[in-house]
């Protein structure tokens, strides 16, 4: 484990600082994609990032159209890459939120909606 005692304080310092100056892991793309409309309930969401992410704090969490939780199990980490396994829950808006720690130590976050539906 490698936790810096100046990780808790960064995101708030560097937005303080340097707003989005420096590089950090912020979403590139993902599948479903952004805010797009997909005919069936995908098998998995995969997030892909603009760095490097450490598997062991990352995470991603995804809930269905009535705000159940419909990820299924614990998320992948590849590289800049991130998928979860989903479990079908129908028709809807599904909402996406990510947490991440970059290989350069910043974490960041954030989330993002797909709908499922004809
Ligand atoms: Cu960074």
Redesign the pocket.
Known sequence: MRISPLLPAMPVF?LLVSGQA????MLDHAEPRVGNKVASPPREVTLTFT?KLEPAFSSVTVTGPSGQRVDAGKARVSGNQMSVPLKGAGAGTYHVNWHVL?V???T?DGSFTFQVGP
């Open positions: 560097l420096w590089a950090h892991a760095q970059s350069d130590t910043h960041t």
